[in-house]
């Protein structure tokens, strides 16, 4: 699938320039040089090339807050993980989304030792086996 037919797909050859993408956009808001509108309109334009290897295209998250507000419908997550597989194809090596704060996260987790996230709880003689409330203290570990 070429760029060209990622923007039919999508009907992202429908986008009015309004940048509500822009402004509702998580990514944008840290990141001033991120822009969904930027993007289609590299696509459009026919600067297809350029956008492959550009790295701003694995920035996006796929959150679909610019889909949502979009009022020509523009389906900006699809165009995004459709063209990111062009990228793939041309051998663009992706960038980590977040930073790699999240493969950061996932390598800091202990594999080896069992947690023991309730046991003061259980110390402290508060646990149910069945109730109408929950509580969560939160992401401790140990």
Partial sequence: MTIEDAAQATQTYYCL??????GSCP???????FSPRIIVEKALLGLGDELLKDRELWSCLTCSRCFERCP????????????????????????YSHHGMLQTIMELQTQGINQRKTD???????????????????????
């Avoid at 320039?17 to 822009?22: A, K, L, M, N, Q």
């Avoid at 990514?27 to 040089?33: N, Q, T």
């Fill in 120 to 142: 003061w709880a259980r110390e402290a003689g508060k646990v149910a086996e069945k109730g109408d409330t929950f509580f969560f203290v939160g992401c401790m570990p140990y």
């Fill in 72 to 95: 020509s419908s523009i389906d900006f997550p699809e165009f995004m993980r459709l063209i990111r597989e062009q990228a793939l194809k041309l051998g663009t090596q992706p960038a």
């Fill in 17 to 22: 320039d309004c940048g509500v993408c822009t």
């Fill in 27 to 33: 990514v944008s808001r840290v990141s001033p040089s």
